[in-house]
């Protein structure tokens, strides 16, 4: 009935974690939809809210956002003032898929797109101890993991072994549907 209490808890686990260890760990978000849920946390928790995550972050925090149509950004006027507000810690990137074309003219622009048009920023990021989020449709990972691996190809290194490697360290976070 209206008015009574409830005690609710969400889905819990450590796949969507920021590190709490290395503040100065630049944090690659990529998000389709309403995959972007989990980064509105992240960024109020780094740029909107007074938290000890606020105070010690030094790293970039880099939202790559897809969605079929501009009036389909969730947030949009939040990011523009973070964005405007941090520019030294906080980079926004759009794929709009029906509204943006590839700049090799062969279609719409998916968020893979705009990741691969970053491949090696990505790539130098992630060697340096970043850490990568996927939230969103998992029709994304296919060519995000092509574009990791020619990376990989074309610096002469084993994409499996690399993608273990930042599992292992615990920058490769997956929450896909």
């Given at each position: ?39 509105r946390g992240f ?135």
């Amino acid at each position: 009935t209206p008015g009574t209490p409830l005690t609710m808890t969400g889905p819990t686990g450590k796949i969507m974690l920021m590190p709490e260890v290395t503040p100065e760990a630049d944090l690659i978000m990529v998000a389709t939809g309403t995959g972007i849920a989990p980064y509105r946390g992240f960024l109020r928790r780094l740029f909107v809210e007074e938290t000890p995550a606020a105070a010690a972050f030094s790293g970039l925090a880099w939202l790559f956002l897809g969605v079929a149509t501009t009036d389909a950004l969730l947030y949009d006027d939040d990011w523009q003032k973070i964005a405007a507000e941090r520019p030294d810690h906080f980079r926004l990137t759009y794929a709009i898929s029906r509204e943006q074309q590839r700049a090799d003219g062969g279609g719409k622009m998916y968020v893979q797109d705009r990741l691969a048009e970053n491949a090696e920023e990505i790539f130098e990021r992630l060697d340096k101890g970043a850490h990568i989020y996927f939230c969103g449709l998992k029709g994304m990972m296919p060519g995000i993991n092509d574009m990791l691996e020619a990376v990989c190809k074309a610096k002469k290194l084993d994409f499996d072994e690399k993608q273990k490697e930042w599992k292992k360290n615990g920058q490769w976070h997956v929450e896909v549907y």
